[in-house]
């Protein structure tokens, strides 16, 4: 179970991979062990139903939010590269990283991972948090006890704080703007994708 | 309340009687009973003549039954009490049940003195290890926590054993020098003596503690340790106290006595899991042929794990790790193998025993502490001996966590080993056996006394001030921040997405010998021990645990409305948005709120799944909110756009959506939908694999109402409920035509006609039918739980 460079290079464009998420050969390895074992149909491609296998990601209240944010619209698959790329959002931050201007923005950077917070309200893609798409991520989070008036008030009030230009949605910067006392590094990463 | 008082004294007074009645009876009986005896022939009088030739029309026989009613007595009274106590649901949570019955058992206690009536003679040796002890593990066993379990035995087992060992030696030594003293009386007690005293006590029993931290929501990994802790360290007392017990009968102890007691504790302990283990397999393999008799399933689970702990016991090595053993083993195999309605037989009563067994121990304890006479009391010695414990302990965590952190992934802070070290209380298992120590230790009563002392002075003391203290703990931890709503929703969002995130990539720790052991698993243990070897994803046999589980409980519980009720108020609220006012939120509201949040937000997986509470049944209910919300929720995709249906006609305006879990294959993409109102009524498509056995999950009724009001606008049949009746009997997987599907739509748009928008069908296989298993006449309705809340509507 090493980093052994001979199988890393069976994988199609492992090199590049690296390169762009940052992943060392031996997390590749793993990841594309990782893709195999959910393909269960070995094309090659991942599907929704291949994430609903995995069971705590039913059990998971935004379960299905996760898994459409793998799905770029329009597509119904998902390959491996892909796949990579979306994990690597969930690497932690290198502190010491230092980017020139010119370099591409890393994978794991924080506008990155809040990118992808955003993704699960935003299921239209369509850059705001709809009141209705915020409210849906509500329900999906709360118990049953809680009614649909105090919902319809928590959402209300979660837009009120955060929208500043008043057009009943949050935008991403918004949605930025009302998370930047919170350490997105530390809380959007996975300790073992380092 | 005042009922349960007045059962018990009911009861109290029976057993009084009872016990009274034996030595009264006694005598007369065999007169009453055998009139042809003629003890004095010659005293003869009238009234033998008389007795001879009646037939005792009635007769009352006590002491036959005297030996099983009482039992069932006493055990109706622990009953009766924990009845009461829960009554009042707050006392439960500032008190735990512990102490509840242990000043139920005082009070009991103290009656039975004041009648000078006898405690029944039950807790020998004998009776508390064979019989009152196994199910409590059992209990301990079936319902572990396995996966964090198994990624944190390493710390469990440091701290059990080395912890135990530490806390015992520790303790006997201080107290051997504090006996040295000689102004405390207490000079006849032996190294060896102390030693063993010291060993039972330091026998953890953190349940109340266990409580508190799951209410409180401490972390995985805490929780876990404290768990495996309580229940090894019974494993470890037990090896310890009877090393010792042997040791103290020898004038001489030495150190090749040492070496062997090192070596058979490793004989005690390896012993157990290979007992364990084997029965577990035999009782898996077993179960496997098990079909035909399911009457008896539950049956096999008792008796093999009751067999692996008596084979143990019989062999002295540890019985408690034989059983924990076999019952982990145990469940994985043979809750697949059984029928569901086995498996919640078992589980409940597994918890029913343990229940019992636990309640009688404590209960005894009150007791037993009042009427018992020989109690002898030493300031210094049970002073020193409460001092020692809680010091030892203290010192034992902070030195075993220093030593074990760096191992760790998840290290334990300064505030994870006060809550360790507090929880430390001590219960059952340390009073069981000090009582069954061996009268040949002649300060027996002593160690009686001071294990009650501390037993009850931590059940009560630090069970009672765990939670504030805990709870103080937190609080200043989460009050630094204040937080915006924005803040805590987005948060958890984040948290929720990061545990799914590691759920997508697997467990990575421990990955290699995990792995290894799943491959092992599938294919060799799982063909020969299971009768039904598909691969099934685990997603399929959740779902059908919970479906078949809660089909009918849906009907009876507001949960019912789950499905409904969202989806239309969400598109109520569309309605209004434009026209909603903006409304001023004052801070009582806005506090409210962050209320309502941190009680009603999920929590995430380990805290949603993982927990057991000791005295209830795996509460599984969030689980299944979860399930079914996500069932009913439409599963969103961004390939919307493609799916769309250009028209069909023959389902014009029916809203209602029936998001069935086709059992059948996936190759056919799943649908979603997506009304033009973006208010995200989707499908969830997500099926796994086939199995044979289909599921018809929940089915959500969109039920779009023009004009506000809520639930009565569907009628009743447009549910559905004809053409769900429709689908009762499994469909073959190979019809795959949407026509199916929409040959029973028809009937429903005759009843509601009224919708605007286009609808498109799901390109999903036909809906099966209800599972083969499930053969209640109420599943048709179970089925759908709208069909439920239209009925309440109309």
């Known amino acids: 179970m090493g980093s052994s460079n001979s199988s890393v290079n069976n994988i199609p464009n492992a090199q590049e991979l690296m390169q762009e998420t940052g992943f060392s050969a031996a997390h590749i390895l793993r990841l594309h062990e990782r893709f195999e074992f959910l393909d269960k149909h070995k094309c090659g491609q991942l599907r929704p139903q291949d994430f609903g296998a995995v069971q705590e990601l039913a059990l998971n209240p935004i379960g299905d939010s996760i898994i459409s944010a793998f799905f770029s619209p329009g597509q119904e698959t998902v390959d491996f590269a892909s796949f990579v790329r979306i994990l690597a959002h969930f690497r932690p931050t290198d502190r010491n990283q230092s980017r020139d201007g010119a370099q591409q923005e890393p994978a794991n950077s924080s506008i990155r991972k809040l990118k992808f917070a955003f993704q699960m309200y935003d299921q239209d893609r369509d850059g705001k948090i709809s009141r209705a798409e915020l409210l849906q991520v509500l329900r999906a989070m709360l118990g049953i006890q809680v009614t649909e008036e105090q919902l319809q008030s928590i959402a209300e009030r979660a837009i009120q704080e955060a929208d500043l230009d008043r057009d009943d949605a949050i935008s991403f910067d918004e949605f930025r703007k009302s998370l930047e006392k919170v350490d997105i590094d530390h809380k959007m990463s996975i300790r073992f994708l380092r | ?39 004095f022939p010659n005293e003869a009088q009238a009234f033998p003549n008389e007795e001879r030739a009646s037939l005792p029309v009635f007769t009352m026989d006590y002491p036959r039954i005297q030996v099983p009613f009482e039992f069932t007595l006493w055990v109706l009274l622990a009953s009766f009490a924990k009845i009461g106590f829960h009554i009042y649901h707050k006392i439960t949570i500032w008190i735990p049940e512990s102490c509840l019955l242990i000043t139920i058992g005082l009070i009991v206690g103290a009656i039975m003195h004041a009648v000078k009536e006898e405690p029944p003679a039950v807790l020998s040796s004998n009776v508390f290890f064979l019989y009152m002890l196994p199910p409590i593990v059992l209990d301990s066993g079936y319902f572990i ?62 349940v109340a503690a266990l409580n508190v931290f799951e209410d409180i929501g401490v972390n995985e990994q805490m929780y876990i340790v404290i768990f495996g802790e309580g229940l090894f360290n019974d494993a470890v007392t037990v090896a310890l106290s009877s090393m010792f017990t042997f040791l103290a009968d020898m004038p001489i102890v030495e150190s090749t006595d040492v070496f062997l007691g090192v070596a058979r504790f490793f004989v005690v302990a390896a012993g157990g899991v290979l007992f364990g283990l084997l029965f577990g397999f035999v009782a898996a393999f077993t179960t496997r042929f098990t079909h035909n008799v399911r009457q008896i399933e539950p049956l096999f689970v008792f008796m093999y794990s009751y067999l692996a702990y008596l084979g143990a016991e019989c062999f002295s090595i540890s019985s408690v790790l034989a059983i924990v053993t076999c019952a982990i083993t145990m469940k994985y195999y043979v809750e697949e193998n059984v029928s569901q309605r086995s498996c919640t037989t078992i589980r409940h009563v597994v918890k029913m025993l343990a229940t019992v067994s636990e309640t009688l121990i404590f209960f005894f304890l009150g007791v037993v502490t009042i009427t018992i006479t020989e109690h002898e009391w030493n300031w210094a010695y049970i ?3 409460l001092l020692f414990a809680f010091i030892w302990r203290g010192i034992g965590i902070l030195v075993l966590t220093q030593i074990i952190n760096p191992f760790r992934t998840i290290q334990f802070n300064f505030k994870d080993q006060f809550g360790l070290a507090y929880g430390g209380l001590r219960g059952a298992i340390c009073f069981a056996l000090v009582f069954t120590l061996p009268d040949t230790i002649n300060r027996k009563n002593l160690f009686v006394t001071a294990s009650i002392a501390i037993i009850i002075v931590t059940v009560f003391i630090q069970g009672i001030s765990i939670r504030p203290i805990v709870e103080y703990i937190n609080i200043r931890r989460t009050n630094k921040d204040l937080h915006t709503i924005n803040v805590e929703v987005h948060t958890r969002v984040m948290e929720h997405v990061v545990c799914g995130i590691e759920d997508l990539c697997g467990q990575w720790s421990h990955y290699y010998w995990k792995d290894k052991f799943k491959k092992f698993n599938d294919r060799i243990l799982r063909r020969i021990l299971l009768r039904d070897n598909r691969a099934e994803s685990s997603i399929v046999s959740l779902y059908k645990k919970l479906e078949l589980q809660n089909a009918i409980e849906l009907l009876d519980t507001p949960m019912g409305d789950l499905s409904a009720a969202p989806s239309m108020v969400s598109l109520h609220d569309e309605r209004k948005e434009a026209s909603r006012p903006k409304k001023m939120f004052l801070t009582a509201d806005v506090r409210k709120m962050h209320d309502i949040l941190s009680k009603n937000m999920y929590k995430i997986r380990q805290k949603t799944m993982a927990y057991t509470n000791k005295y209830n049944l795996p509460d599984d209910s969030r689980t299944r909110e979860i399930l079914i919300r996500r069932h009913a929720s439409i599963r969103r995709s961004v390939r919307a756009s493609s799916f769309r249906e250009p028209s069909e006609q023959n389902i014009p305006k029916s809203q209602k959506y029936y998001s069935l879990q086709p059992g059948g294959d996936l190759e056919t993409a799943f649908a979603l939908r997506r009304r033009s109102h973006g208010d995200g009524l989707q499908f969830s498509g997500a ?108």
């Open chain 2, 687 to 794: 099926s796994p694999h086939s199995s044979s056995r289909s599921l018809v999950p929940m089915r959500k009724l969109n039920t779009i109402k023009e004009s506000g009001t809520v639930l009565d606008e569907r009628g009743p049949g447009s549910l559905g409920g004809s053409s769900l009746r429709g689908r009762r009997a499994p469909v073959p997987a190979s019809r795959r035509r949407s026509s199916d599907w929409v040959d029973e739509d028809p009937t429903d748009s005759e009843r509601t006609g009224e919708r605007d928008e286009p609808v498109r069908p799901p390109q999903l296989p036909p809906p099966r039918g209800w599972l083969p298993e499930n053969q209640d006449p109420g599943g048709n309705e179970a089925g759908n739980p709208l069909l439920r809340h239209s009925s309440k509507g109309s």
């Open chain 2, 383 to 385: 002073m020193f001996t």
């Open chain 2, 1 to 39: 309340w005042i009922l349960g008082v007045f059962f018990m004294f009911l009861l109290l007074f029976l057993c009084c009687v009872g016990g009274k009645c034996e030595l009264q009876e006694s005598k007369p009986a065999p007169q009453t009973n055998l009139p042809t005896v003629k003890p």
């Open chain 2, 145 to 206: 926590p396995t996966r964090p379990f198994f990624e944190n035995i390493g710390t469990v087992l440091w701290y059990a054993v080395v912890g135990t060992l530490w806390n015992s030696i520790g303790i006997g030594l201080s107290l051997f020098a504090i006996c040295q003293f000689e102004v405390f009386g207490l000079q006849d007690i032996s190294l060896q003596e102390n030693l063993l005293f010291a060993s039972i006590i330091s026998a953890v029993d953190p």
